[in-house]
């Protein structure tokens, strides 16, 4: 069966610190590939996709994600974070099976604490 | 507002009864999941409709939960005999064939 895992449960940083969380998954087929942000109380938010082509992806507020195929990996990374940066982010696959399998998997998920 | 609505935000109700929980997605979506999220986990799947068509079931719905949409609009997830277990947010969301999903903002349901 597919899965998703997200290497790191809670992160704490200052501000201005470098992001990275980190996310594989297991899947030998093609792939879509989301990263998702949630903040407190509030509805899961779409920060970046990569469907195809240049596999730099660039998301909303400065985020970014790279995909390695031959690693499996689908990184989330942002040079400097802000306090409204935390929040809690997912990563999640997409399995493409012709018209079918179009259900999200998530993993479980990283708490991003950014100290002030 | 476009986005993804569900009914109620929050239900609490007690062991053992039935529990409907609405969602109307984007208007142009033809797809619609269901997902059931716990507090420190990710959103787990739990079912998905193409139009009215229910395309897949996760192992988790168990023979109480049910799922329909019948003019491929708004869906509708119910319960029965709910168990303290099933508390959780529940979640849909709604995508154009492949394209992005969108989330609504989830039914928080409590069982006591």
């Known amino acids: 069966a597919q899965s998703v895992s997200q290497h790191n449960h809670h992160v704490i940083l200052s501000e201005a610190a470098s992001l990275e969380l980190g996310c594989n998954y297991s899947?030998?087929?093609?792939?879509?590939l989301f990263w998702y942000v949630q903040y407190p109380g509030q509805h899961l938010q779409l920060l970046l996709k990569?469907?195809?082509?240049?596999?730099l992806v660039k998301g909303i507020k400065g985020f970014e994600a790279e995909f390695i195929k031959s690693k499996f990996s689908f990184n989330l990374r942002k040079p400097s974070v802000q306090w409204s940066d935390t929040a809690e982010y997912f990563c999640a696959v997409n399995v493409r099976l012709g018209n079918q399998g179009g259900k999200l998997i998530f993993g479980q998920g990283t708490e991003l604490s950014v100290k002030p | 507002d476009t986005g993804v609505s569900q009914n109620p935000r929050h239900k609490i109700t007690k062991r053992g009864q039935n529990v409907t929980f609405r969602c109307d997605p984007i208007?142009?979506?033809?797809?619609l999941y269901w997902y059931r999220q716990t507090l420190g986990q990710g959103p787990e799947f739990l079912t998905y409709f193409q139009n009215e068509a229910q395309l897949e079931k996760s192992r988790l719905l168990s023979d109480r939960f049910s799922a329909e949409r019948p003019k491929g609009s708004f869906s509708t997830l119910e319960i029965q005999r709910t168990e303290q277990g099933d508390s959780a947010m529940y979640l849909c969301?709604?995508?154009?064939?492949?394209?992005?999903?969108?989330f609504g903002s989830g039914t928080r349901l409590t069982v006591v």
């Open positions: 208007s142009e979506h033809n797809r």
């Open positions: 969301a709604s995508s154009l064939d492949r394209g992005g999903y969108t």
């Open positions: 899947y030998g087929g093609t792939v879509n």
């Open positions: 990569y469907f195809s082509g240049d596999p």
